[in-house]
């Protein structure tokens, strides 16, 4: 689907201004463009761009309540300034899977002040000699990078995902449960059908 399609569908009659989270992922974008999104989104707090085939972030509009922008798994390897001059209140910002080859790439990042997490796993920026330590020179403020911090504990937020998980663990386990309890009673089936043949 298009992601100007998607926008429209993901409103559900509301106004721009009433959406906080907005999430396009999958969705395709022409010319590896963001569409359909304005300034009219003043509330967004959470936007999601998952794997829709981005090479430019250049379209963003200003999004001054925007926390959170998720990027990963599209083709952007550069143009970051634009970030730092519309998001001036990220907090957040995932792009993993990108193509970013050089720390000199995400430097206008510096001027995102609230930038505390900040992911670049899969990025081929990763495979460069100290690159963690020079991310944390580079970006002073931040306080996680693809997950850790500088002394390599894990994001405090990254286990409340893990609680999500593990609820839905429990529930496949009564899910399990259930199953068990349908094979005990065809058991029970096929033991009363031996003793008719004996029989």
């Known amino acids: 689907m298009e992601m100007k399609k998607r926008v429209s569908l993901e409103l559900r009659h509301r106004s721009p201004a009433e959406v906080q989270e907005l999430v396009l992922d999958n969705c395709r974008s022409s010319e590896g463009k963001i569409e359909g999104i304005t300034e009219e989104f003043s509330n967004l707090e959470l936007l999601s761009l998952i794997n829709v085939g981005l ?16 990027l990963s798994d599209n083709r952007i390897s550069g143009g970051l300034e634009v970030l730092a001059e519309r998001l001036v209140n990220l907090t957040h910002l995932n792009l993993s899977g990108n193509k970013f080859k050089d720390i000199s790439t995400l430097e206008p990042l510096k001027k995102l002040p609230q930038l505390k997490s900040l992911d670049l796993f899969n990025c081929e920026v990763t495979n460069l000699a100290d690159y963690r330590g020079s991310i944390f020179k580079l970006l002073p403020q931040l306080t996680y990078l693809d997950g850790y ?51």
């Open 149 to 199: 911090d500088i002394d390599d504990c894990e994001d405090s937020d990254s286990d409340g995902e893990g609680d999500g998980v593990e609820d839905e663990d429990e529930d496949g386990e009564g899910e399990t449960d259930v199953v068990a309890e349908d094979d005990d009673e065809d058991d029970e089936d096929s033991v009363d059908d031996e003793v008719s043949l004996s029989v």
């Open 55 to 70: 090479t430019s972030v250049a379209d963003l509009p200003k999004l001054s309540k925007l926390r959170k922008l998720e």
